[in-house]
Structures are given as structure tokens and as C-alpha cells.
């Protein structure tokens, strides 16, 4: 299997490892079939900006490496910005997967998305909604 040197990168020098105590939001999904389990923690300010994001990723590299490369995306970025996210722009910038991988890139958009709506739940704004703009906006 052929990884590219940006998922060798993210995998062997992963950005954003760890947890954020008292996280606004926390996202937790899984891939039985595979074993890879992806938890994203993210600390958001008042006016919905992700100001920190970390991740514990329990799996392959191809993982650990879109785990990684999805915080780095969405750092920094407003909530709708990290709504907008998917797994093909994840792929896009770690400059490709073996096909058998992209599944991970998935669990990383998913990931960010269930982190998110913890948070929703918690100030009691629907997601719905939300995620629905955010596509909209991208059409």
C-alpha cells in the first residue's frame, strides 16, 4: 500500500494528540469492521470559532493521519466553515489514499461533525439546520 508523504507525515508527527479538558464538544465514532475509533475534542468561543480542537484516534496510520490533517482543517475556523468539511477534502489534502483507506477520511468528517453537535446539544441549537446551510452554501 502507497501512502503519500503528507499521510506519512500527519502519521508519524500528528498534529493536535490529546484531550481538552472541559471540551464544548466531543465527538466520538467508530468503524467496527475496521477497529478504528476517532474521538475529537473542540473548545469553541462565543462567537462559534473552533479555537482549539484535539483528537485520540485508536487505529491505522491512514487513521491517525486523517484524524490529524481534519483538525489542522478546521482550527481556527468558524463552526459553519468546519460543518462544510468533507472526506474528499481531507483526502484532497493529504494528497490522496489508497482507496481501502478512504473510509478513514469518512470517520474524520463524521468525527468532526458528532464533536459539533455535542456541542449543539449542549446550548441547545439544532444542527440540523445548520449542516443544511452548510451544504447549501457550497452548492
Known amino acids: 500500500m502507497q501512502y503519500s508523504e503528507k499521510v506519512m507525515d500527519h502519521f508519524t508527527h500528528p498534529r493536535n494528540v490529546g484531550e481538552i479538558e472541559n471540551a464544548d464538544g466531543v465527538g466520538t465514532v467508530g468503524n467496527a469492521k475496521c477497529g478504528d475509533i476517532m474521538k475529537i475534542y473542540l473548545k469553541i468561543d462565543e462567537n462559534d470559532i473552533i479555537t482549539d480542537c484535539k483528537f485520540k484516534t485508536f487505529g491505522c496510520g491512514a487513521a491517525i493521519a486523517t484524524s490529524s490533517m481534519a483538525t489542522e482543517l478546521i482550527k481556527g475556523r468558524s463552526i459553519k466553515d468546519a460543518l462544510a468539511l468533507t472526506n474528499s477534502v481531507v483526502v484532497e489534502a493529504l494528497e490522496g489514499l489508497p482507496p481501502v483507506k478512504v473510509h478513514c477520511s469518512v ?8 464533536a459539533i453537535a455535542d456541542y449543539y ?3 441547545g441549537r439544532p444542527i440540523d439546520f445548520e449542516i443544511e446551510k452548510a451544504h447549501e452554501d457550497e452548492e
Do not use: Q, T
Not at 107 to 114: F, G, H, N, T
Open 107 to 114: 470517520l474524520a468528517e463524521e468525527a468532526v461533525k458528532s
Open 121 to 123: 446539544g449542549k446550548i
